[in-house]
């Protein structure tokens, strides 16, 4: 299938009549002629040599979608909304082909004399260049009576969050979740199959499993075989009572709709949005866990984890990725590169946001680390909301900052990004260095001394799920720390909450 997906990727490249430039950063205003005011909140396409299109709705919430055609330059061409009798809010962009292109969502349907909202769909919009509408449709289970009932209701909610477009087959794998066929009306993971204009070929819901919970799909990627791999998450009931744990979801469906396998992974509230298959049929997957506060303290701390799968789902091993003591704001994407894969995410120091890329071989082992960061700016890292790639093999980002403007940039095909002025490639956040700790690596005792001679107070060591693993208060200026009790691995280390380092126990 990637064979397949590259294929379509070369015959659009066959417009281009010169070489496309590196690298661009442009910011747009939020108002691109008198009429149309959008927020860039999907994903932009390369659509000629030095043209491109991207999508946005008018203001945060339900409304109108329109898309805007700008050239490299950042001169905007045309600004345009969709004509469309339905408030739809589109979650994100794909393109079908060199001229279609499909806005995926939800949409709000209201009654038709009284105008009260009674129902909430899952939605497509399929559109041209020229921002013509070639066809919208809704999915989901309907409100009883819809649209002639007379007060609103909640139960049946239906919206999707991804599609994956099949070009060989000429289908559509639109995912998300739908709280509209159970009984329970809870959320549960929701794929519908369509062809090109948007019938539905088949509708898929999780079916009842033993224990399971509620549950949504975030993510997806069709297989080298031509299955679809669907990754997010899911609630579990475990003993006797009706306590329900997160657990990181998998699942394996037929290009006819059948579940060949769903698998479970992680215990501290995991949660998976991207998935990466490799060459060797194995997968990636990109999510995070995060560690609750303990009752002592109210500290907890977020952690961005990768973890790798065979071709049938078992977890063959798990990396964390970590940026010192600041919290993981997101994981945009799992990028393919020559040795393995790229990870591209935010981070926050602070208020500020900031990105981090990181670059893995297929083993996981982790090849360079790239934090930019930007402490003179009020937002920091815009939101990236699209990222795909361009005819010359680089990558197009597309999002909007704050309450500020619209961005998009393009990096090269090594992921060397042009941002503003501003910004500054650093090894690593801010840390703690009036803290030292020996040896390291370390087998059996960890010297730890703070140079400035202040009591340690609180000294914490996570590993690499983000859970505690070893916690001592102490007003002494040095410590040694027995760790031949925990297993062999990376930790992070905290002194007072803030970031020291790691440390490699062997």
């Not at 379509?8 to 490249?13: E, K, P, S």
């Not at 329900?244 to 949660?271: C, H, Q, R």
């Amino acid at each position: 299938m990637k064979k397949y997906h590259l294929l379509l990727i070369l015959l659009f490249a066959k417009t281009i009549t010169y070489a496309q430039p590196e690298q661009f950063y442009h910011e747009f205003s939020y108002l691109f002629n008198d009429t149309v005011p959008l927020i860039f909140q999907q994903n932009s396409f390369q659509i000629s040599d030095s043209t491109y299109l991207s999508t946005g709705n008018y203001g945060m919430f339900f409304g109108l979608a329109g898309r805007v055609i700008w050239d490299s330059s950042g001169n905007v061409l045309d600004a345009r909304y969709l004509d469309l009798d339905i408030s739809i809010f589109p979650i994100g962009l794909t393109r079908i082909d060199s001229s279609r292109f499909l806005l995926y969502g939800e949409s709000q349907l209201f009654h038709p004399e009284t105008g009260d909202y009674i129902d909430q769909a899952a939605s497509l919009v399929c559109f041209n260049q020229a921002a013509e509408v070639l066809w919208y449709k809704t999915y989901g289970g309907y409100a009883p009576g819809y649209p002639d009932i007379e007060a609103p209701t909640y139960e049946y909610l239906d919206f999707f969050c991804g599609a994956e477009i099949d070009s060989i087959n000429e289908r559509i794998y639109a995912y998300g979740e739908s709280c509209s066929f159970n009984a329970e009306h809870e959320d549960k993971p929701y794929v519908v199959c369509t062809d090109y204009v948007g019938d539905t070929i088949w509708t898929w819901t999780m079916p009842d499993l033993p224990n399971l919970k509620n549950g949504s799909i975030k993510g997806a990627t069709l297989t080298e075989d031509g299955d679809l791999l669907l990754v997010g998450n899911t609630g579990r009931h475990e003993g006797d009572t009706e306590k329900t744990f997160n657990k990181g979801l998998v699942i394996k469906l037929s290009a006819s709709g059948e579940m060949l396998w769903y698998k479970l992974w992680g215990d501290s509230y995991p949660d998976t949005f991207e998935v990466l298959e490799l060459p060797d049929g194995s997968f990636v997957l990109g999510g995070y866990y995060t560690e609750t506060s303990t009752p002592d303290t109210d500290f907890g701390i977020v952690v961005g984890i990768l973890v790798k799968m065979d071709a049938l789902g078992n977890v063959i091993s798990e990396r964390v990725i970590q940026r010192g003591g600041y919290n993981i704001i997101h994981l945009y994407k799992l990028i393919e590169t020559t040795e393995g894969f790229a990870v591209l995410g935010s981070f926050r120091i602070g208020d500020i946001g900031n990105y981090f890329l990181n670059y893995y071989s297929t083993d996981m082992v982790c090849l360079d680390e790239i934090n930019l960061v930007r402490e003179d700016y009020t937002y920091g890292a815009f939101r990236v909301d699209g990222i795909s790639k361009t005819y010359d093999g680089g990558y197009l980002f597309t999002g909007f900052s704050g309450s500020e403007y619209n961005v998009v940039m393009k990096a090269d095909s090594l992921l060397n990004f042009p941002l503003s002025e501003g910004w500054n490639a650093i090894e690593e956040p801010d840390f703690n260095q009036n803290i030292s700790y020996y040896p390291n690596p370390v087998k059996s005792i960890l010297h730890i001394e703070s140079k400035d001679n202040k009591p340690l107070k609180q000294i914490k060591m996570y590993d690499m799920f983000g859970r505690i693993v070893f916690e001592k208060y102490s007003y002494k200026n040095s410590i040694p720390i027995d760790v031949s009790n925990i297993e062999t691995g990376i930790y992070i280390l905290l002194i007072n909450n803030q970031y020291s380092g790691k440390v490699l126990i062997e």
